[in-house]
């Protein structure tokens, strides 16, 4: 029982005592509060976690509401069978919208969504078989086990349970692999591709679940009040779920929960004090509630929740008990092609970045790719690892073409890699870091993760990723937030996450800048006990004496083109790159 779990449950009991203890005012109130928290929980995992900004959420919440509403008064449907048939109507609108709009970058996506956001508002007030702008009536009230629950105390307790299941809902996809993916997404798209996510796929899927939890919102609006129509559907509701979003901590379910209680309860306390001080002529508690969401975007740019959060210490979490590990996969045969890379050039616009580059690699080397500033090492690791593929030549990876191959796939073939920029996650924890690098190992999709049915595989992925922070010596910070790691231990971090995906060759860029010097030797010990594990490695790297001491073989860039190709020897003596690297001493690694 951790305090904050604690905590969580005097809520949930509070939370229940409420509908019964409140005048029935306020526990409409609370109802709506519910409804809309529920609501704003689906943005969470959209815009919070998955970095897509949203405007529209409103919208779908309208979508399933008409959809309950025109079903039950036109049709005579079962309320309880226009719940699925609202989500079903609702992911089918987001799924379109999504695929139409979610390969916009930037903030064409926001002002695309404002854009439908406005179009489905005009949809339903246009629309005579949704009653136009007066909306329809004559919803029927929701009944359990036959008790019609018409009376707002009962309401607001089936409100109450949506949030709730909602709420586990959400935490329980965070806390799984696809979870972790979405939270990739924030930062872009390259990691999470590096190992093995298809991010539009999960765009459109954060999409469409986000959507599916307003549009159970919706429905529990349209039951609650009997009667729907577009005004609590449009662009200023949509922006108005954002704020709660933002308020709270759009990075966090709880945070979406908090959002939605105090822009609620802080609107209705305005609205009853303020026209009593400043009279009754303007709408006052707009401006008020503006200014305080701006001032909370100036101090408080993550929400109100972290900042509540760390009242709460958190507790050691605890690790799943493991039944399942994932097998090895099978090396290759010693001395066998890893990568042919053949004439490759890469050119953006007029500057020719790699020009007419040949090297292989095979299985059980440490290759080195070296090169001045500027030489094209890491244009070459993007067009190797698919990220940036080549204007010409071939690269062929595990006896693959993987010349026009996405990221994804290639990390599928048994390839990881680091980032000379490093690239984690620092709000989560060297764990769930080094979890991610284990992604294409998983198979759970988004349901199986909504309801926690792929706990034996979660306990598998940390299992594995265990063994490798073990391996590079971060084993004891594994519930520690990376962010709070010194550079040098993110880059081990980041190792830990290649070497998560269990690689047959592992691209590291630059993994030595930042280490102490106990560090750097640590990591070639590291390093040469994976080569003799089996992994073959290809390292770009400016620490000449770690790179010296360590590779088998060596290939230097200069200006796009390749220099030399060698052992450490052969390149040392050669008068071509002693001239490259002039200023260098290249024979600081032959001690
Ligand atoms: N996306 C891009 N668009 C345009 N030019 C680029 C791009 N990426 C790299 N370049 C250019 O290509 C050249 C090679 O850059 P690259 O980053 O590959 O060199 P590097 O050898 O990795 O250098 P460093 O050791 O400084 O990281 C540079 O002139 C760089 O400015």
Redesign the pocket.
């Known amino acids: 029982m951790t305090p904050r779990l604690i905590l969580a449950l005097v809520a949930a009991g509070v939370a229940l005592a409420l509908p019964a203890l409140l005048p029935v005012f306020q526990v409409t109130l609370l109802t709506n509060v519910a409804i809309a928290a529920l609501t704003v929980v689906g943005l969470v995992l959209l815009t919070g976690v998955a970095g897509l900004t949203s405007f529209g959420q409103a919208a779908f919440m309208g979508v399933g509401a008409y959809t309950t509403a025109v079903l039950t008064t036109a049709y005579g449907w079962n309320p309880w069978l226009t719940l699925p048939a609202g989500m079903v109507v609702t992911a089918g609108v987001a799924a379109l919208l999504g695929l139409a709009t979610l390969r916009m970058q930037g903030h064409y996506l926001p002002l695309a969504t404002i854009a439908w956001g406005i179009s489905l508002y005009y949809v339903f007030g246009n629309s005579p078989a949704l009653g136009g702008f007066t909306g329809l009536r004559g919803i029927p009230p929701v009944s359990v086990f036959g008790l019609d629950l018409t009376d707002p105390r009962r309401f607001a307790y089936l409100a109450l349970v949506f949030l709730v299941l909602g709420i586990v809902a959400a935490q329980f996809l965070l806390s799984s692999r696809v979870g972790r993916a979405m939270r990739a997404l924030r930062s872009g798209t390259v990691v999470a591709e590096a190992f093995g996510a298809n991010t539009f796929a999960l765009r459109v899927q954060v999409f469409v679940l986000s959507a599916v939890f307003a549009s159970a919102a919706g429905w529990l609006y349209a039951h609650q009040q009997r009667f729907v129509n577009p005004t609590p559907f449009g662009l200023n509701v949509g922006i108005e779920y954002l704020f709660m979003a933002v308020l709270g901590g759009a990075g966090y379910v709880w945070g979406g929960v908090a959002g939605a209680v105090l822009i609620t309860a802080l609107r209705e306390v305005l609205q009853n004090v303020l026209p009593t001080l400043l009279g009754t002529g303007g709408n006052y508690e707009v401006i008020v509630l503006g200014s305080i969401i701006i001032l909370v975007l100036q101090f408080a740019r993550r929400g109100l929740w972290p900042l509540a959060e760390r009242l709460v210490p958190a507790g050691t979490p605890k690790l799943l008990a493991r039944a399942l590990t994932f097998p090895h996969r099978p090396d290759p045969l010693p001395g066998s092609l890893i990568l042919k890379v053949q004439d490759a050039v890469?050119q953006?616009?007029g500057?020719k970045?790699?020009s007419d580059v040949s090297f292989d690699v095979k299985a059980g080397e440490i290759v080195g790719l070296i090169?001045?500033?500027?030489?094209?090492?890491?244009?070459?690791?993007?067009l190797v690892t698919g990220v940036?593929p080549a204007t010409r030549g071939n690269v062929t990876l595990l006896g693959r073409d993987a010349t026009r191959l996405p990221a994804r796939t290639i990390h599928r073939l048994g390839v990881a890699r680091t980032f000379?920029h490093v690239r984690l996650f620092p709000e989560l924890s060297l764990l769930e870091n080094a979890m991610m690098g284990g992604y294409a190992r998983g198979k759970a999709g988004i349901v199986a993760s909504l309801l926690h049915l792929e706990r034996r595989e979660e306990a598998a992925l940390q299992g594995a990723a265990l063994k490798q922070l073990e391996r590079v010596g971060l084993r004891d910070r594994a519930f520690d937030q990376a962010g709070n790691l010194a550079l040098g231990q993110q880059r081990l971090l980041e190792i830990a996450r290649a070497l998560t995906a269990d690689p047959a060759f592992l691209l590291l860029?630059?993994p030595a800048a930042g280490l102490r010097y106990g560090e750097k030797a640590e990591l070639s010990a590291l390093l040469r006990r994976l080569r003799d594990e089996g992994v073959t490695v290809l390292i770009?790297e400016?620490d000449m004496d770690l790179v010296m001491n360590l590779v088998d073989r060596l290939v230097v860039?200069n200006g796009?083109q390749e220099l030399a190709q060698g052992n450490p020897q052969q390149v040392r003596d050669n008068p071509a790159v002693r001239e490259a690297y002039l200023g260098v001493d290249l024979e600081e690694g032959a001690a």
Request: charged share 15%; glycine share 20%; hydrophobic share 35%.
């Open positions: 890469k953006f616009g500057l970045a790699v090169g001045p500033n500027g030489a094209g090492k890491s244009t070459m690791f993007n940036n000379q860029d630059e770009v400016h860039m796009g």
